[in-house]
């Protein structure tokens, strides 16, 4: 009975005139000319399909929209090594539509986002949920008012931020993003011997300041410090979170990885940067001084990390810049 209803929803939102002269079809041809409403209801085509086309409904919108995108028929996909194109092309049709329908203000579309973020099990996405959920409740949103003031009193956000802190919520998730190009940036190879400055210059950009600027140096500090718990990186295939220093670490070669920790110690001859930020590695506290002992103690596991140079970041790390371990910060 579940499946029945299934398709004849989809049926239905496949016959749906979608604008005054607009069909579902002819809206998958060109999506950027969509009001809000029907930019939602095609993102919603692609929520909970089945991912074996035959037992969609018996239309050519989902299949010829494929076709046109990839070359090649869902079911030979099927068929094929390519089934996690397919799975990925209805993942992204789904949330790239109903993301553009919510920035279009559609509260339905920032309730369903809100969801969406709500589901996902990444680092920050709580934040992204809470930007959604409140956007939509902005606009009254029975369901999404409840949800904002069932979240407020559980302090939904406290792994993140103080209660005071809610109402800035799209400011955090700029934040946020601004977190993803950072660590595109330290992840884009091990000899970006650049890393500094591009570092450098995403951060003026985002604080609207330039070098002509007298203070610049300790506005990025002061937005250093304040803002680097949410610089958290991933490698590539992996869920395992590490902050960007030690991202930097990892991923450069060790004769340039030390280049972050090299621009960050210019800038604490202005003012002093925090260099304890706390991250939970295998359910374990740690900071950037506790993976350099790591390092030092597993020299085999971290044979391609120069044991001297990391010594001496070490020592610099705690004579010049106050750096402790988690336990030390705990006591």
Same mark, same amino acid.
């Given at each position: ?88 092309? #209805? ?42 959920? *409140? ?25 993140? #931020? ?51 600027? *007298? ?29 960007? #220093? ?86």
């Amino acid at each position: 009975m579940a499946c029945i209803k299934t398709m004849f929803f989809l049926t239905v939102l496949f016959s749906l005139t979608i604008s005054h002269s607009q069909t579902i079809d002819e809206g998958i041809e060109n999506t950027s000319d969509l009001d809000a409403t029907a930019q939602y209801q095609l993102g919603m085509l692609f929520y909970g399909v089945s991912l074996e086309p035959e037992s969609n409904p018996k239309t050519e919108s989902l299949i010829a929209y494929y076709k046109a995108n990839y070359g090649t028929n869902p079911k030979q996909a099927l068929d094929s090594l390519d089934i996690q194109l397919y799975k990925e092309w #209805l993942h992204d049709s789904y949330v790239d539509n109903i993301n553009q329908s919510a920035n279009k203000g559609f509260d339905k579309a920032q309730l369903q986002l809100g969801k969406y973020y709500e589901d996902l099990d990444e680092y920050g996405s709580k934040i992204r949920a809470y930007k959604w959920y *409140a956007s939509s409740a902005a606009q009254d949103n029975t369901e999404a008012i409840n949800w904002i003031n069932q979240k407020n009193e559980a302090l939904y956000l406290k792994q993140y #931020l103080k209660p005071e802190d809610y109402k800035n919520i799209d400011f955090y998730v700029d934040v946020l993003n601004l977190s993803n190009t950072l660590c595109y940036h330290a992840n884009k190879g091990a000899f970006n011997k650049a890393l500094d400055t591009s570092i450098e210059n995403e951060l003026l950009e985002f604080l609207d300041i330039t070098k002509e600027d *007298a203070a610049y140096k300790t506005k990025l500090v002061d937005f250093w410090n304040s803002y680097n718990k949410f610089f958290i990186c991933f490698e590539n295939d992996s869920d395992i979170p590490e902050h960007i #220093l030690k991202r930097s670490l990892i991923e450069l070669f060790y004769q340039h990885n030390q280049i972050l920790f090299n621009w960050l110690f210019d800038l604490n001859q202005t003012k002093a940067i925090d260099f304890n930020q706390v991250i939970y590695f295998d359910g374990q506290p740690e900071t950037i001084l506790d993976f350099l002992n790591t390092i030092l103690l597993n020299s085999y596991e971290y044979q391609g990390f120069s044991p001297v140079s990391i010594g001496e970041l070490r020592t610099e790390l705690i004579e010049d810049c106050n750096a402790k371990t988690a336990s030390q910060l705990k006591n």
